[in-house]
């Protein structure tokens, strides 16, 4: 018999081998047993985590011949074709190959046709969220008045590019990933079941890569047996992963938080001869202060999570940092992950990022005023000087900008209109708020009953006080709104890196071989 992939094999078969997604499955259960079963339901969630697999299980439990209470007993005529994917009356779809209008007319016609051997005529459309928009319309008038033997599952990765009017039509059910400690638990149950000998630290990496995706992890054991020879072993787990490449930005790393300008000036040199890709390194930076935060607050790093070699790593490290410092790396690499993205000289971006990064004690300003100092340490988020200039926003900006952001997550609206003002004054009694007069469009938007309400009510939760809101159109004023501000340190930006440019030595070098001149620098943003 042909060999059986891990991901395969262990795929569930019953509500009772599902892992992971308890509310789901008991939920599911109860509709079963109580006879409660929808006409359309919505399975939403990361891949591999069992949305297609649970979908199957619902359909041979409502259509099972001999069904062991809710689950279906696998062994009936109805549950081997549908395990099989042979089965005449349970259809599945791919939404990703099938996504045009005339597919799913052909489906409207299909419906109505009785079950040939089922209870019920069950549509599994996978990846749902693929389909155009005159598929979802045509979809819709099917869902809206479904015949009595018809069931739809559609499970999506993509929840929000599902029209509101098919979400209305069905039931949601959201599965999460895997949590750690159960896929570490359940990976060494498969491993001891297979007579495979595997080490934790193996499984922590491979863990860890799979995202919680169960599927995935699976696909890694059986990947790195394959290369192994039957085993699975740290060693060729992180090589077959890549993993090698983790040694040099632990030393990058260090050099960052240890403030080494002059061994980080050579390990960054040696990165780029490498040509590791910039965005991967910012990102394991980034997996580290994770890490290195999370020790911070719970005083332990997670064994199941990490191989013994990286907490060994991580201890030493997490000494020369403390919780400010990381917050500041934190914000540092997240603003260079988004110039990557934007910009196309990604070496300079890059090894200005670093620069930065390394430099980060200079970066951050300690000249706090007594006024604004606990909000900027109640807020971390204020450690994110965004440049390293006399052009950078003051205390009061800072504020200001997290007001704003925290308006945002309200409505985005009033905090983009409300960010072409400044604070005039700001106390325990009262807020002031001004817009200079060329500002009128957006003081008078503000000054609407529903935006000042919302205004008010995130002010008293930010400050917690019962402060009272002004707001002023200045006449005359020439002071700036903070989006300006931002604009301006954003010109700033470019002109600095053009400076960056006109300096580098290798620039420079090709200049003087070539006997040329520098005449002008453009900074590109890449089109999305």
């Known amino acids: 018999m ?66 062991r209470g809710v ?52 549509y599994i ?24 033997h018809v069931i739809f599952i559609m499970a999506t990765t993509d929840a929000h590019r599902i029209p509101p009017t098919i979400l209305s039509r069905c039931q949601r059910y959201d599965f999460k990933k895997i949590s750690p400690d159960f896929m570490f638990g359940y990976l060494k149950e498969v491993l001891k079941n297979e007579g495979i000998d595997f080490d934790d630290d193996a499984l922590s990496v491979i863990m860890r890569n799979s995202e919680g995706c169960m599927r995935d992890s699976l696909s890694l054991v059986d990947q790195v047996v394959a290369y192994s020879n039957g085993s699975v072993n740290i060693k060729d787990t992180a090589y077959l992963l890549g993993l090698s490449d983790h040694d040099m930005i632990n030393e990058l790393f260090d050099f960052v938080v240890s403030e080494d300008i002059g061994k980080l000036a050579s390990k960054v040199e040696e990165i780029n001869l490498k040509g590791l890709d910039y965005a991967f390194v910012v990102k394991t930076m980034l997996e580290y202060l994770k890490h290195i935060l999370f020790a911070k607050a719970t005083g332990s ?37 988004q110039d990557l993205k934007f910009y196309d000289l990604q070496q300079y971006v890059f090894e200005f990022g670093m620069y930065k990064a390394a430099n980060i004690s ?9 006024a604004s100092s606990s909000y900027l340490e109640e807020h971390r988020g204020a450690e994110n000087t965004k440049l390293t200039s006399e052009k950078d926003l003051n205390d009061n900006d800072k504020i200001w900008q997290l007001l704003l952001d925290k308006l945002a997550e309200k409505n985005p609206a009033t905090s983009a209109n409300l960010s072409h003002g400044y604070i005039i004054s700001s106390d325990a009694n009262e807020m002031k708020i001004g817009f200079a007069e060329e500002k009128k469009f957006h003081y008078d938007i503000i000054n609407k009953k529903e935006h000042l309400a919302l205004l008010k009510s995130v002010m008293k939760s930010f400050f917690d006080d019962e402060r009272k809101l002004s707001v002023i159109l200045e006449k005359g004023s020439k002071k ?10 954003e010109t700033y930006y470019e002109k600095k890196m053009k400076d960056e440019v006109k300096k580098n030595e290798i620039v420079n070098k090709i200049m003087n071989d070539l006997n040329g001149e520098i ?10």
């Open 125 to 148: 459309i996978d990846e749902v969220h693929m389909l155009t928009e005159p598929a979802f319309n045509a979809l819709l008038k099917t869902l809206e008045e479904p015949p009595e």
């Open 2 to 67: 042909a060999y059986l992939a891990l991901a395969r094999k262990y795929r569930p078969q019953n509500f009772d081998e599902i892992v992971g997604q308890g509310f789901v499955v008991e939920t599911l259960r109860n509709a079963i047993e109580l006879g409660r079963i929808s006409h359309a339901y919505l399975f939403t969630g990361p891949r591999g985590v069992g949305k297609t697999s649970t979908a199957r299980i619902f359909a041979k439990a409502v259509n099972c011949l001999s069904p």
């Open 480 to 489: 700036k709104g903070l989006a300006q501000k931002k604009k301006e340190i």
């Open 519 to 528: 005449i002008d620098v453009h900074v590109y943003k890449k089109s999305k």
């Open 71 to 122: 689950n279906p007993c696998n062994g009936c005529e109805i549950c081997e074709e549908i395990t099989d994917g042979t089965s005449m009356d349970v259809i599945e779809i791919d939404g990703a190959s099938n996504r045009g209008i005339d597919e799913i007319r052909q489906l409207r016609e299909t419906v109505r046709f009785i079950p040939a051997k089922c209870n019920y005529k069950i």
């Open 301 to 337: 790093f997670s064994e199941k999570e990490l191989t013994a070699d990286e907490i060994s790593y991580f201890k030493n490290v997490s000494g020369k940092i403390d919780e400010n410092k990381a917050f500041a790396l934190f914000q540092v690499f997240q603003k260079l992950l």
């Open 362 to 370: 200079r970066v951050i300003r300690s000249d706090v005023s007594p």
